[in-house]
């Protein structure tokens, strides 16, 4: 496959890879034109926070959940984290991984329509090194669900970086490790461009909204825009069509679908690293009660990206400003391209790193935790340790 059409890969294949973040919780949502018998949707904030309880019921290293109270708006901002006439205060969800010891502190930020619970596999190998922090972004998990009505990209990237400060102040953190995974790798690193004085070192798995549609040889999506299959497609873009809204629909039916997702798309790039029989059942409870909710960051969607996953305002085009260092972590199959880093990295006055990790796809953390836990040990080595500065590259990792 040429180094567009994988870069791009079809409308399907993007929203399933991007979707299948797509997690969305709160309370079930009566909004739609679906028949009412179709709007059954048997979730709630609390359910989605139990069926989290459940899913890290599989974690060793004891953790506390707690809703961090991030106010109405952050003060003076134009972006309320909501419009309407309350001014009822936001949550975001959180969970905190303490070990023992002077540990530095890892901040991990989901991808798109996932929340922290994702990250399930990797809490007891990094909490073994570091404070871990995990949040659900807001409009995501279990955090709050306000209406969402940004229109414009400036807006929706404000929704989201305005959020995480908020909760960064009400949390009393600083000088910490910022990991985003896909989109939260594309909110980390916009978050690190505006408060890079908090952020000491910046990992970013499978980052999205690298590169704009300007930056990519694009011939296949404008032949595939000219197809029928591509108009219908860009319609529902516009039209914000999200998957959580296929999920919503099948009400009843809804949990069915998503344990065949589940079971057939994680850990499918690894070898022996597939899930186990009560992790898939738990990791498809969980995934399900965040898609049925109701939406809100999902809808951020047509905003940041265009049509075929292109950014709108890309991370590239301020590769210039980096103040930050910075790892990119790619699993082998990853549908986003590592050559993006690479042309984000020639312009980087920062240091930067690019590594590879095998047998892994977008979900290189599910795909293969062992490996993914040495690239990010390895990616740390500052701060773990100062005899593991100059530490060589663990086996079966490459660079780029």
């Not at 010891?101 to 990250?119: D, I, K, Q, R, W």
Request: aromatic share 14%; net charge positive.
């Amino acid at each position: 496959m040429s180094r567009n059409r994988r870069w791009t890969a079809p409308i399907a294949r993007m929203a399933e890879e991007i979707s299948k973040s797509t997690v969305d919780s709160s309370t079930a949502s009566k909004s739609g034109g679906w028949p009412s018998i179709l709007r059954w949707i048997p979730t709630s904030t609390d359910r989605i926070i139990a069926a989290e309880k459940r899913l890290l019921s599989l974690v060793k290293t004891p953790y506390v959940q707690e809703q961090v109270n991030i106010g109405s708006g952050p003060p003076g901002s134009s972006v309320r984290w909501f419009r309407s006439s309350s001014d009822q205060p936001r949550f975001i969800n959180t969970v905190t991984f303490d070990s023992q010891g002077n540990l530095p502190t890892l901040v991990m930020v989901h991808g798109y329509g996932a929340s922290h619970g994702f990250f399930f596999r990797n809490f007891d190998a990094l909490a073994s090194k570091f404070r871990v922090v995990a949040i659900d972004q807001l409009g995501w998990g279990g955090s709050s669900r306000p209406d969402f009505t940004c229109k414009s990209t400036e807006e929706t990237e404000a929704w989201f970086i305005d959020s995480f400060e908020e909760w960064r102040k009400a949390k009393n953190l600083s000088n910490f490790i910022l990991l985003g995974h896909s989109f939260g790798g594309y909110v980390a690193s916009k978050y690190a461009l505006k408060h890079p004085e908090h952020v000491q070192h910046l990992i970013l798995v499978g980052p999205a909204g690298v590169s704009s549609e300007s930056d990519v040889n694009n011939e296949w999506v404008a032949k595939f825009r000219s197809t029928w299959q591509g108009s219908i497609f860009g319609r529902l873009w516009e039209s914000n069509f999200t998957p959580q809204k296929i999920i919503r629909g099948l009400g009843p039916w809804g949990p069915d679908l998503v344990r065949k997702y589940t079971s057939a798309r994680f850990g499918m790039y690894s070898t022996g690293g597939e899930l186990k029989e009560e992790e898939s059942k738990l990791l498809t409870d969980y995934v399900y009660h965040t898609l049925a909710a109701k939406a809100s960051g999902e809808l951020c969607l047509k905003y940041i990206f265009s049509f075929g996953a292109f950014a709108k305002l890309p991370l590239l085009h301020r590769a210039s400003e980096w103040k930050v260092p910075t790892t990119f972590i790619y699993g082998y199959q990853d549908w986003m391209n590592f050559q993006d880093a690479q042309a984000a990295r020639r312009h980087m006055k920062v240091p930067c790193e690019i590594i590879r990790v095998p047998q892994a796809g977008h979900f290189v953390f599910i795909d293969n935790p062992s490996a993914f836990h040495s690239a990010v040990f390895y990616a740390c080595r500052r701060f773990l340790s100062p005899h593991l500065r100059f530490q060589s590259l663990p086996s079966g990792l490459t660079t780029a």
